[in-house]
């Protein structure tokens, strides 16, 4: 069965790094799209990044060029980049796979920024 587990979440400040790491297991990986979303609460569920197969990447636009996405199919790894941290970050960070016509998804990371 395919798994993804995050990791790389925590409390950092305002201005702070943080990369989160998505482990895929039980899928060809390189051969899927993966992608990062985040929900905050009392919020829906929102992409943050996305990588192709063929390593196009695509960001949302409130991600203004802070945050890189990038995979090592090597690794069978995702990996989540983000620089110049703001509060309205915070979030719960998931991991998502389209595999096979449904959506997998890892169980979250939590990723806090205080002001």
């Known amino acids: 069965q395919v798994q993804l587990v995050e990791s790389g979440g925590g409390l950092v400040q305002s201005g702070g790094s943080l990369r989160l790491s998505c482990a895929a297991s039980?899928?060809?990986?390189?051969?899927?799209?993966m992608g990062w979303y985040r929900q905050a609460p009392g919020k829906q569920r929102e992409l943050v990044a996305s990588i192709l197969a063929d390593a196009r990447k695509s960001y949302a636009d409130f991600v203004k060029g802070r945050f890189t996405i990038s995979r090592d199919n090597a690794k069978n790894t995702v990996y989540l980049q983000m620089n110049s941290l703001k509060p309205e970050d915070t979030a719960v960070y998931y991991c998502?796979?389209?595999?096979?016509?449904?959506?997998?998804w890892g169980q979250g990371t939590q990723v806090t920024v205080s002001s």
């Open positions: 998502n796979a389209p595999f096979r016509g449904h959506d997998v």
């Open positions: 039980g899928m060809s990986f390189s051969s899927y799209s």
